[in-house]
């Protein structure tokens, strides 16, 4: 083995130890998070056997009257639904106008949808607190659906993925008759599988867990979502370790699960998705 080969393997053995490193720093607060979720209160930042552990936490989420988890749950899920379709809708449209078509101010409109790519949601938070007042929508799923069935960063990633594919698909599907929109959704759509897939999780992930909007837009207990209501339980059982935990599992659940069905066509989308422009 020569000295070279030698350095190789000692280059990629430190490698992934670092690696190793950084995954255990990532995995060991959800570890902790879903043991404690699991253990009675006496048994908090102790170690203990699988005997003592109990479903009680997630149990008393279900069935205490103080509060209904189900129905916030229900809430979440309806939301985030609405959320999703409606960026799968929009915003490959809008990508696939900047991306293909030619119309008047295009490069302003780009422009305007980087720019605005730039700026906090935090930022016109109020403005839109006050539009949806005026309107009426407050405290109703049109105030948490509404504004944010398109996003300019997602609008932005669809583009880079459309100016990949080739104008010869989309003249070939006008000579067979079809319209622009027609050749969009029956060719052009179909090819963006994984740059969709990349939205939908980041989409569920950052509706599924967003506070400060649905707190913001829906402060009615029967409108609040799960992470709205989740924090008004942290209020109620501060000291109660075990149940917060067990409500940050039921949380973070089913972006997990979302993401290792889809993480391969996921990484696929990012690759795919930003390095073109």
């Known amino acids: 083995m020569t000295l070279v080969q030698i350095n190789k393997k000692f280059t990629l053995l430190g490698i992934y130890a670092v690696i ?20 009675p209160m006496q048994y908090v930042n102790k170690i203990t056997g699988i005997s003592n552990w109990t479903l009680d936490n997630y149990k008393l989420f279900f069935t205490n009257e103080a509060y209904n988890v189900p129905k916030w749950f229900l809430n979440t899920v309806i939301m985030t639904g609405i ?10 449209m809008a990508g696939f106008a900047l991306a293909k078509l030619d119309f008047a101010g295009k490069k302003i409109i780009y422009w305007i949808v980087v720019a605005t790519m730039m700026v906090p949601y935090h930022m016109i938070l109020i403005p839109v607190y006050v539009n949806m007042a005026q309107i009426g929508w407050l405290n109703s799923f049109a105030a948490l659906t509404v504004p944010f069935l398109y996003q300019c960063l997602y ?33 052009v759509y179909p090819l963006a599988k994984s740059p969709l897939i990349t939205m939908s999780i980041l989409a569920f992930a950052g509706t599924w867990n967003s506070y400060l909007i649905p707190s913001t837009l829906a402060n009615s207990p029967d409108k609040y979502v ?17 149940l917060i935990m067990a409500g940050v599992v039921l949380s973070m659940l089913p972006i997990l699960i979302f993401f290792f069905f889809f993480q391969k066509q996921y990484m696929e989308g990012i690759s795919s998705s930003g390095v073109k422009g």
């Open 155 to 187: 609008i932005f990633m669809m583009r880079q993925f459309f100016i990949s594919v080739p104008n010869e698909f989309i003249e070939a599907a006008r000579l067979d008759g079809l319209t622009k929109m027609g050749a969009f959704w029956r060719i």
């Open 226 to 242: 799960l992470v709205v209501g989740l924090n008004s339980v942290k209020d109620m059982f501060f000291e109660n370790t075990p």
């Open 20 to 39: 190793t490193i950084v995954g255990c720093m990532f995995i060991l607060p959800f570890a902790y998070t879903l043991y404690t979720s699991f253990v």
């Open 83 to 92: 959320v999703i379709i409606g960026n799968l809708m929009i915003n490959p």
